[in-house]
């Protein structure tokens, strides 16, 4: 296993990360990537082992319902990209377990390269969006074949490929970039069909980086963001060899969906699992600021909250839901209920909004107008603000200023726009979760109870 040292250590590789045009050769040198670079090394540093042969245990795939249960609360605080290491592992092997029957000779790379990874200690992120350029067009009729990523020369010890993936979270943090077609593919599209690991070293990767980073000002206007950013990336595969060991897929496009449909379940796991505790959070910041400001027994306020409140409780018991009726593979590890999954996913994302303006609402316009944490520094300023901004016995200016900055901050800044779009895209968008519930929903029953009402039964 790795040290947090020897993690950061070990992304010095010769690797072609970029930030706002430059290529950066020391992540730890750019303060935009430095805070989440700390975080990932903390992450390696907590479950650090000197057994020979230990591996991270939040690496290991569940064996019961319990055990996966279990995984939900440690999933929450980890880092990010040991999330997504671990959703990654996963999705390889329910992936493995759903090629058993029509490409089996898949399956033992899959698995070799799972305990490989295991015992490495390295982290994995996930390539699955497309350019996709032309949205009304299939992969193959695109203008620009490069559009989807696809195989565009197969050697005997590997292919190459060549396209680019969007919106990969940590890509220039991770050690391999777990590839794998975004769709379902057709025939005729056999060079889409393609699931694969590339080092993010591998010549012809380039990585390109944004990030909600504060970028200067007091760190203190920005409780979580300071602390929690994470860059999003565009990667680029510019004809990059991949030996066939570590190739997953190649050509087979009755079964391309297999990876993202896997895929899709364990991401919105974790987005649920993290839905659920960021919306207590709302109830929380939306309590204290109304208690703050004198309004939490005006009926509207309490109305709002009470809707909020009720709205975490769905979430909470959906993931419990999934949780409970979770499957097995053929190897004994344990998934989620698809249904109740995509089901709850969709609930928190499409409602997201709605309660964060139901927050604003609440809390008022000092969201955006607050002062400055660095104002109250001023000997001069700081009596006329606690004046100012407080509101009676118990209710300090400073504290309630606090609490202005923590909702701004992830509610009405770069990080609350942030979460608004990946609360919704994040493992797919709403309609990816619209088919896999009508995929899963028991029409039927529904169409029998329909019918029994109507009076037609016997029809």
């Not at 493995?96 to 200690?121: H, M, N, S, T």
């Not at 400073?398 to 990080?415: C, G, N, P, Q, V």
């Not at 039927?444 to 009076?455: C, F």
Request: with cysteine; proline share 5%.
């Amino acid at each position: 296993m790795l040290t947090g040292r020897q993690y950061k250590d070990s992304l010095k590789d010769g690797r072609r990360v970029y930030f706002e045009g430059r290529l950066i050769e020391d992540l730890e040198s750019e303060p935009a990537l430095a805070a989440p670079l700390q975080a990932i090394a903390d992450g390696y540093d907590k479950y650090y082992s000197a057994e020979p042969g230990a591996v991270n245990p939040v690496t290991l795939a569940p064996r019961s319902q319990q055990e996966l249960r279990d995984r939900i609360p440690v999933i929450t605080e980890m880092d990010l990209l040991l999330n997504v290491t671990y959703q990654s592992l996963m999705t390889l092997l329910v992936a493995a377990g759903r090629l058993e029957d029509g490409a089996p000779e898949f399956v033992p790379r899959i698995k070799a390269y799972v305990e490989d990874a295991r015992l490495r200690d390295i982290r994995i992120t996930e390539c699955i969006t497309d350019a996709k350029g032309n949205r009304s067009l299939a992969p193959a009729k695109q203008d620009d074949p490069d559009a989807y990523v696809r195989v565009v020369e197969r050697r005997q010890d590997g292919v190459v490929i060549r396209g680019a993936k969007l919106h990969i979270s940590a890509a220039a943090f991770g050690h391999d970039l777990m590839v794998m077609p975004t769709k379902s593919m057709k025939p005729g599209e056999e060079d889409y069909s393609i699931a694969c690991a590339v080092p993010v070293n591998a010549p012809g990767v380039h990585i390109t980086n944004t990030t909600y980073h504060p970028r200067g000002g007091d760190m203190r206007d920005y409780p979580v963001s300071a602390k929690e950013s994470i860059p999003d990336s565009m990667v680029i595969f510019d004809d990059v060899f991949v030996p066939h060991e570590r190739v997953f897929l190649d050509g087979q496009t009755e079964h391309a969906a297999v990876f993202a449909h896997s895929l899709g379940l364990w991401e919105r796991l974790g987005g649920v699992s993290f839905m659920v505790i960021q919306a207590d959070e709302l109830v929380g910041l939306a309590h204290l600021i109304a208690e703050s400001n004198g309004t939490s027994r005006v009926s509207h306020v309490r109305e709002k909250i009470d809707e909020m409140m009720i709205h975490a409780t769905l979430l909470r018991a959906g993931l419990e839901a999934a949780l409970t009726n979770a499957h097995a593979t053929p190897d004994g590890f344990y998934y989620p209920d698809d249904m109740y999954t995509n089901v709850t996913k969709y609930q928190g994302a499409a409602n997201f909004s709605t309660m964060v303006r139901h927050l604003h609402d609440i809390a008022g316009g000092a969201v955006v107008t607050a002062p400055s944490m660095s104002d109250f520094d001023n000997p001069e300023l700081r009596p006329l603000l606690e004046k100012y901004m407080g509101t009676g016995p118990g209710v300090p200016g400073e504290y309630r200023t606090k609490l202005f900055h923590a909702i701004r901050d992830t509610t009405a800044d770069s990080y609350g726009g942030w979460h608004h779009v990946t609360n919704l895209q994040s493992g797919g968008g709403l309609f990816a979760q619209r088919l896999v519930t009508r995929k899963n929903y028991d029409i039927e029953r529904a169409r029998a109870l329909g019918l029994k009402a109507a009076g037609l039964s016997g029809a």
